[in-house]
């Protein structure tokens, strides 16, 4: 608490000397545009997400498929790129918290590792389909 009082009091006699020159960057119209920003493209994330999250609720397991999903894991990445690049380069500006940057940052390593193996999975999957490789394995039987 005290050290957040000295802050305080350190800014505004910084505020008070330089008031000309310091007031436009911290008006209310920036912390908005940060706000707005951040805003958009964790709604974005979110919305992916939450796609994702149907996919797996609607298919017969309740797991993604890896051709269904491959295309959406890649836009999740995506978007979490974006986000991470944004809270980057205006970490400063926005007063975003290094804590914000790292969650954000092991989010998007998980989903491009996710999404890697969905897509080879995918990938591989197709491949055996065109060899007719699908075709000679055998399907399980009986209850799962």
């Known amino acids: 608490m005290r050290s957040r009082l000295s802050a305080l009091a350190a800014g505004c006699t910084l505020v008070a000397f330089a008031l000309p020159y310091w007031l436009a960057p911290f008006s209310p119209a920036f912390a ?3 706000s707005d920003d951040i805003g958009n493209l964790t709604k974005k ?7 994702l999250n149907k996919l797996a609720k609607n ?9 269904v999903s491959c295309p959406k894991l890649r836009e999740l990445a ?19 918290p290094d804590e914000a940057i790292s969650n954000i940052t092991m989010s998007l390593n998980r989903s491009k590792m ?10 591989q999957m ?4 065109e060899t007719g490789a699908a075709a000679a394995q055998k399907l399980p039987t009986g209850p799962l």
Request: proline share 2%.
């Open 59 to 67: 298919s017969a397991n309740h797991q993604l498929d890896p051709a």
């Open 114 to 123: 996710v999404a890697g193996r969905a897509c080879a999975i995918a990938a």
């Open 45 to 51: 994330r979110q919305s992916i997400i939450e796609q």
């Open 78 to 96: 995506g978007a979490e790129t974006a986000l991470l690049v944004y809270l980057q380069k205006n970490k400063d500006w926005c007063m975003v």
């Open 32 to 34: 908005a545009e940060c």
């Open 126 to 129: 197709k491949k055996n389909e």
